[in-house]
C-alpha cells in the first residue's frame, strides 16, 4: 500500500518561503515520477511542478523561477522550496504518483500554504 504524507505548509507573508516535504512509502520511489499539485477553494486541482524518476523537472508558467523541485531517493522524499510567494499561491499543495492527474495514482493528504499580510 503506497502512502505519501506531505509537511511543511503554513502561514506566511507575500514574498516569504516555505519548503514542502513529500515522504513516499510503501513504493519504491525511483520506479515513480512524483508532482506537486494545488487546490484553492472553488477551483480544480491544478498541477504546480513534477519531476520524473530520471531527475527531470518541469513547472506551470505560474511558479516558474519562484518555485524548485528536487528528490532524494535514498531518503523517500520529495521537496518543493517555494520562494517569493504571492497571495494566488495559497491553495492545498498535494504531492501525486505522476504528473498528470489519472485515474489510478497515489496522492497525500494536502498540507494548507496560506500567504496573507
Known amino acids: 500500500q503506497g502512502q505519501l504524507v506531505e509537511s511543511g505548509g503554513g502561514l506566511v507573508q507575500p514574498g516569504g518561503s516555505l519548503r514542502l516535504s513529500c515522504v513516499v512509502s510503501?513504493?519504491?520511489?525511483?520506479?515513480?515520477?512524483i508532482g506537486w499539485f494545488r487546490q484553492a477553494p472553488g477551483k480544480e486541482r491544478e498541477g504546480v511542478s513534477c519531476?520524473?524518476?530520471?531527475?527531470?523537472?518541469y513547472y506551470a508558467d505560474s511558479v516558474k523561477g519562484r518555485f524548485t523541485i528536487s528528490r532524494d531517493n535514498a531518503k523517500n522524499t520529495v521537496y518543493l522550496q517555494m520562494n517569493s510567494l504571492k497571495f494566488e499561491d495559497t491553495a492545498v499543495y498535494y504531492c501525486?504518483?505522476?504528473?498528470?492527474?489519472?485515474?489510478?495514482?497515489?496522492w497525500g493528504q494536502g498540507t494548507q500554504v496560506t500567504v496573507s499580510s
Open positions: 519531476i520524473s524518476n530520471s531527475g527531470g523537472t
Open positions: 501525486a504518483t505522476g504528473c498528470i492527474i489519472i485515474g489510478k495514482m497515489y
Open positions: 510503501g513504493l519504491t520511489l525511483d520506479y515513480y515520477a
